[in-house]
């Protein structure tokens, strides 16, 4: 069982930065597949980007390419700098993790983006 908590997320101007944090309870050092996933007020929850254990690659969405980094800071942490935040980045962002033959969820992080 691994317990994911969230943190970093806040209240931003449009053209800032954030940096959100992914503690998985564990050390996750093989086997895994990480991704962020993101949801706005009234809509779907959406793929933000992901990194994979097998090659060491991320992947991230076109919404937020060049924008977002993914990086796994260490054996228990994955991260997501957001740069250039537009105020359609406006979500809650939960952290999703496939480790082994398990999935598991963080309860999210409310990044608001706003003047």
């Known amino acids: 069982q691994v317990q994911l908590v969230e943190s970093g997320g806040g209240l931003v101007q449009p053209g800032g930065s954030l940096r959100l944090s992914c503690a998985a309870s564990r050390s996750i050092s093989s086997s895994y597949v990480w991704k962020w996933y993101r949801q706005a007020p009234g809509k779907e929850r959406e793929f933000v980007g992901v990194?994979?254990?097998?090659?060491?690659?991320t992947t991230l969405a076109d919404s937020v390419k060049g924008r977002f980094i993914i990086s796994k800071d260490n054996a228990n942490t994955l991260s997501l700098q957001m740069n250039s935040l537009k105020v359609e980045d406006t979500a809650v962002y939960y952290c999703?993790?496939?480790?082994?033959?398990?999935?598991?969820w963080g309860q999210g992080t409310q990044v608001t983006v706003s003047s």
């Open positions: 999703n993790l496939l480790y082994g033959t398990a999935e598991y």
């Open positions: 990194r994979r254990w097998s090659d060491g690659s």
